[in-house]
Nanobody, 121 residues
Framework: QVQLVESGGGLVQPGGSLRLSCAASGSIHSINAMGWYRQAPGKQRELVARITSGGITNYADSVKGRFTISRDNAKNTVYLQMNSLKPEDTDVYYC???????????????WGQGTQVTVSS
C-alpha cells in the first residue's frame, strides 16, 4: 500500500507564492511519475503539472511560466512551486502517483487527500 501526504496549501494574496509538497510512503516498488491535479467545486479534475522519474515535465497552459514541478526521487517526494498566484488558481490540489506497491501486480494511480489553495485579497 502507498500513502501520500500533502502539505503547503493555504490562503495567499494575488501575486503571492506557495510551495506544495507530497511525500509517498509505504511498500513502494516503483514510481513512474508524480503530479498535481486541481479541482474546483462543480468542475472536472485537471492536470496542473506532472513529472516522470526521468525528469520529463508537462504543465497545463494556464500555469506555464508560473508553476514549477520538481521531484526528489530518493525521498519519493514531489513539489509544486507556485508563483504569481491568481484568484483563478483557487482550487483543491491533489497529489497523484503513478506507481506500484509490492502487493500490486500492475502500476496504478494513488491519490492524496487534497489540500486547499485559496488566492484572495
Amino acid at each position: 500500500q502507498v500513502q501520500l501526504v500533502e502539505s503547503g496549501g493555504g490562503l495567499v494574496q494575488p501575486g503571492g507564492s506557495l510551495r506544495l509538497s507530497c511525500a509517498a510512503s509505504g511498500s513502494i516498488h516503483s514510481i513512474n511519475a508524480m503530479g498535481w491535479y486541481r479541482q474546483a467545486p462543480g468542475k472536472q479534475r485537471e492536470l496542473v503539472a506532472r513529472i516522470t522519474s526521468g525528469g520529463i515535465t508537462n504543465y497545463a497552459d494556464s500555469v506555464k511560466g508560473r508553476f514549477t514541478i520538481s521531484r526528489d526521487n530518493a525521498k519519493n517526494t514531489v513539489y509544486l512551486q507556485m508563483n504569481s498566484l491568481k484568484p483563478e488558481d483557487t482550487d483543491v490540489y491533489y497529489c497523484n502517483v503513478d506507481g506500484r506497491s509490492y502487493s500490486d501486480y500492475y502500476h496504478r494511480s494513488y491519490w492524496g487527500q487534497g489540500t486547499q489553495v485559496t488566492v484572495s485579497s
